[in-house]
Structure formats: C-alpha cells, structure tokens
C-alpha cells in the first residue's frame, strides 16, 4: 500500500470515530456507542411516525408528518450507517443524482392532481 | 494494475448481469408475451437458459472472492484528491444503489399518484360502495395486523446496526464476534421475510373480513374494511393490490438477494477470511443492505401507516 493510502485510511479512522454531539448526547469514546444512539434515534422517530398516524391528522398534516420522518430516518441512515458524514464528497455527489430524481418525481408525478403531468410548462413554472 | 496485486477483476458479475436480463426476458415473454398476451411457452427455454447462466455468473463470482485476503481497487485513490478514499469497488457499489433508488421512486411516486388522484374511500363511504373508483389503502385493510409491520421495521434497523457491528468486528480482528453478528442480520432479515409472507397469506386469504361486518360500515378494528376485499386483497385484485404486492414484494426480494449475499459472507466469515486489512466486502454489503432499510423506511409509512 503507498504511503498516500496509508495517510488516508488514517483520516478515515480518525473521522469514523466523530459523531455530532447532539446525535450521541454528549461526547463518546467508542464508535460503536454512536452506532447503538442513531439506532435509538431510529427507533424513537418509528415509535413517534405510528403514534402520529394514530392521531388521524388531516391529510396535508399525515403527509408532513410522514414525509418528515422519513426524510429524517433516512438523514439519519445515510450519514451514519452509510457513513456518508466521513466519506469523501464524490460519494456524497453520487447519492444527490438519484435524490434529485426521486425529488422530482415525487413532486412533479407523485403529488400533484390527476392532468398536471400534462402540463409540464406549468409544473416548471413557465 | 501491477502483478503482485491480489485480485485481476473478474468477469463474473458481466455474465450474471447478462443472464439476469435474459432470464427476466424470458420470464416475462413466456407469462405475457404472444399475441394475445396469454404468454408463449415457447420462451421457458429463454427463462432457463438464462437462469442457468445466471447461477454459473453467481458460482463463478462467489469462486473468485472465495479465497481473496487484500483490497483490491486502491490504486485508484491516488488519481485525484477528489475521489478521496473511495475504491473502484465502493464507488461501483454506489452507482448501483443509484439505479436502484431511481427503481423505487418510479414505484413509490405512481403510487402516491394514484393516491392524490383518487377519493379515499372512507371519505365518502356511501357512494364507494360497489364502485371501483374509491381507494381502500392497503395501511387500512392492514391495520388490525399493523403490529407485524411494525416488529418488520425494528427488524431491519436493528439488522442495519449488526451489520456496521460486524464491519468493526471484522477491523478489529474479531472474526467470531464478525460471524455473529452477520448471523444475527441473517436471522433478522429471515424475520422479516417470515411475516412479510405471513402477512400476505393473511391479506390474499381474506382473514382481515370478519362474519359480523356491515358492508355500510367501515370498522377497521373488526376487521371490517371494504366490501370489494371480502374474499382476499391480491395482486389482481385491484390497483390498491398491485401497487401493494409490487411495491413490497420488490422490496421482500431486494431483502431475499440480500439473504443470500450473507450466507457467503457468513461463510467466509466463519473460516477467518475478513480481519483488520480485509474487510471491504462486509462494507459493501453494508452499503446495500442499509439501502433495502432505506427504502423501507418509505414504504412502511405509505403502505403500512397511511
């Protein structure tokens, strides 16, 4: 292996082991510790997802609720299982390709009324 | 590449990919291909051929990894400070996860179209009856077993985690607490497959419909939901049905590949083969199987909750 790998998979390690205080409540010494607090952050955001469906909100409210969590959920899968927070930004930049995708077809196709896929100039705003 | 580099590249995965299209060709030409879209048996020699060299694509694949004990792809980190420490493997690895979130957006956003242009049906229960029009979400004929997607979701976080456990497992030279916990992701994967097929069985046999329901009533509790699902919610059923089935059961296969995957690095696992300087592959897979709980995390409010 080159001494430039070396340096690298060092800073690698070295960030692997940082996590944001607020996720971990507090400093931590091992990674793992992380790990197990964005679990417990998972769950708690599942358990407070089925108790709001519970509540019967109106649908523009669900729909907040539900697209929130999720959004939140995945924020948190992404950056920390998926170690997004320490990778380098390619890999960041790659994983913007699809969510730019799913974003606009959500929007554009998922969430707008029966004709407006029709109408593109208008979904663009022209 | 120099010549003393452990691994040469393969070109197993481009044949299995190959025989995977094949094969689907073949699947979907012999059940619905013709004239009158009846299906053409005559393409079951395509579905078996490409099957076949599918399985020839996946043993060879598996041969080649088999032994491997070093990284592979390095060289490429000293291209550009942009591509930072990111492998030819890892960054494959992501362009596929790219393709595979662009399947599912396609999956989720019809449905949410189908959501947003048609009336709910317990909005306006009266005129729904007998009318094809109304939409009975799948999260309301669901809802008296709502439990089991639930324990489904913690399956798979929890399975999320074990995975990045047995990633550090394998760094720290752990090979038996590396084996464990890849157990345990198997195990909680197999969980939520189990009562995924349970909950179907339940759904397309029509045991949400209870005796005593009132057809003008929709009592979820009782396990009254619409009259059209009297006798079982399937795939044909309706276009709540379809969007269900297709939507979860690409996911469930999504988890059943992933199943599969892990048998083999449970495997290498088992017999030592990832340590402190060999562990990309449990990482790799960690990526994917992160992204099954990622799309999940999608699914399971839209189908399950709303």
Redesign the interface.
């Known amino acids: 292996m080159s001494e430039e790998n070396n340096s690298g998979h060092e800073h690698d390690e070295h960030h692997e082991h940082s996590f944001p205080a607020w996720v971990t409540f507090g400093n931590i010494e091992n990674p793992i510790d992380g790990f197990l607090k964005v679990f417990l952050w998972l769950v708690f955001w599942t358990l407070l997802e089925v108790g709001a469906i519970l509540q019967e909100f109106a649908f523009v409210i669900t729909m907040i609720i539900l697209f929130g969590i999720a959004i939140i959920k995945c924020w948190f899968i992404c950056s920390f299982f998926m170690h997004m927070t320490w990778d380098p930004p390619l890999v960041n930049r790659t994983a913007a390709v699809p969510a730019f995708f799913m974003a606009v077809l959500f929007l554009a196709v998922g969430l707008t009324t029966p004709g407006a896929v029709d109408d593109l100039a208008t979904i663009c705003g022209f | 590449m120099s010549d003393d580099h452990g691994h040469h590249g393969t070109i197993a995965p481009f044949l299995f990919c190959v025989a995977s299209a094949v094969m689907f060709i073949g699947l979907v030409m012999a059940t619905a291909g013709g004239e009158d879209n009846a299906g053409d048996t005559g393409y079951w020699f395509i579905f078996f051929f490409g099957l076949a060299g599918m399985l020839t694509g996946f043993m060879m694949w598996v041969q080649d990894y088999w032994n491997q004990t070093s990284e592979e792809g390095?060289e490429i980190?000293?291209y550009h400070e942009?591509?930072?420490?990111?492998t030819t493997r890892?960054?494959g690895m992501?362009?596929f996860?790219?393709?595979e979130?662009?399947v599912f957006?396609?999956l989720?956003?019809?449905?949410?179209?189908y959501r947003?242009?048609v009336p709910d049906y317990d909005s306006n229960l009266a005129e729904c009856i007998g009318i094809d029009p109304c939409w009975v979400p799948a999260a309301d004929v669901i809802r008296s077993h709502?439990i089991f997607g639930?324990i489904n979701?913690?399956a798979l976080?929890?399975s999320?985690?074990t995975?990045?456990?047995a990633l550090?497992a394998a760094k720290n030279n752990n090979p038996k607490a590396t084996t464990r916990y890849l157990m345990a992701t198997f195990v909680l994967g197999a969980i939520f497959l189990i009562l995924k097929l349970w909950e179907w069985g339940e759904m397309k046999n029509g045991h949400f419909w209870s005796d005593h329901c009132d057809p003008l009533k929709q009592d979820i509790a009782h396990h009254c939901i619409a009259p059209k699902y009297e006798h079982g919610f399937w795939l044909d059923t309706s276009l709540e049905g379809s969007t269900f089935y297709i939507t979860t059961g690409t996911h469930g296969a999504h988890v059943f590949v992933g199943l599969i995957a892990l048998l083999y690095l449970i495997a290498k696992a088992n017999k030592d083969g990832y340590n402190e300087k060999y562990h990309d592959t449990i990482?790799l897979f960690?990526?994917y199987w992160?992204?099954v709980?990622?799309v999940w995390?999608?699914v399971?409010?839209?189908f399950y909750?709303?």
């Open positions: 390095e980190e000293v942009f591509w930072g420490t990111v890892k960054f992501w362009i996860l790219l393709t979130v662009m957006s396609t989720l956003s019809a449905y949410l179209r947003a242009a709502l639930v979701t913690f976080l929890l999320s985690l995975v990045v456990l550090y990482e960690g990526l992160h992204y709980d990622l995390v999608f399971f409010p839209f909750l709303y």
